[in-house]
């Protein structure tokens, strides 16, 4: 089975510096990987999606992911964090071969954005 | 792109009522539709996959008996509480998938904005 760990809890950016996200993935093959983003009493957002070809994704919000297979990671990144971008991110993975299965998310990381 | 849509935004119920949330997908049929569970600040467990027109699939440790999934047709799936409890006070979130043409399409999951239930 696939699993998904966001090895940060929570992470502190200034407003205006970069910032990545951290996610590592666990699937015996190249799996489906998306990151969401939720605000506080919101449902969640689709940020962008990897399911096969470049493995650098854009996404909305600025917003872009790689993906490295070597690593088994799909790592959230934003050149330049704004104060609207403080929310809680979780990466996903989907099971290509396993047919119409739910999404397998990580624990989240929480954003704080400072000026 | 594909909305989907939660009613209501907010409930709050007495014990021992029960309590309905409806899934609708606005724009598109939704084959799957999926029920969450979130505690604050943590993720989103999953309790039940609704196919349309067949019995939703529980995750171990949801009751079936207690969330009642329906989901009768392909715009709609409903959750209910039944005999609500405060230790049933959650955020639910639902989220659909369209099952289009390419393999990839249904893990496109599409989330709704979440229903605050609280139970008193």
């Known amino acids: 089975a696939q699993s998904v760990t966001q090895p940060d809890i929570h992470i502190t950016v200034s407003e205006g510096a970069s910032l990545e996200l951290r996610c590592n993935y666990s699937?015996?093959?190249?799996?489906?990987l998306f990151w969401y983003v939720q605000s506080p009493g919101q449902g969640l957002q689709l940020l962008l999606k990897y399911f096969s070809g470049d493995t650098l994704v854009q996404g909305i919000k600025g917003f872009e992911a790689e993906f490295k297979r070597s690593q088994s990671s799909f790592n959230l990144r934003k050149p330049s964090v704004h104060w609207s971008d403080a929310a809680e991110y979780f990466c996903a993975v989907g099971a290509p071969l396993s047919g119409n299965t739910p999404l397998v998310f990580g624990k989240g990381t929480r954003l704080s954005v400072i000026a | 792109g594909a909305v989907v849509s939660q009613h209501p935004s907010r409930v709050i119920c007495k014990s021992g009522t029960s309590v309905k949330i409806e899934c609708r997908s606005l724009?598109?049929?939704?084959?799957?539709m999926f029920w969450y569970r979130q505690f604050p600040k943590q993720s989103l467990m999953l309790m039940a996959t609704?196919?349309?027109?067949?019995?939703?699939?529980?995750e171990q440790g949801v009751e079936k008996d207690k969330f009642l999934i329906n989901h009768a047709s392909l715009t709609l799936s409903t959750l209910t509480v039944t005999s609500a409890h405060p230790e049933d006070s959650s955020f639910y979130i639902c989220s659909a998938t369209g099952g289009g043409a390419s393999p990839s399409s249904s893990y496109e999951q599409y989330f709704g904005p979440g229903t605050r239930l609280t139970v008193t």
């Open positions: 609704s196919n349309e027109g067949s019995k939703a699939t529980y």
């Open positions: 699937y015996g093959a190249t799996p489906y």
């Open positions: 724009d598109f049929q939704a084959t799957t």
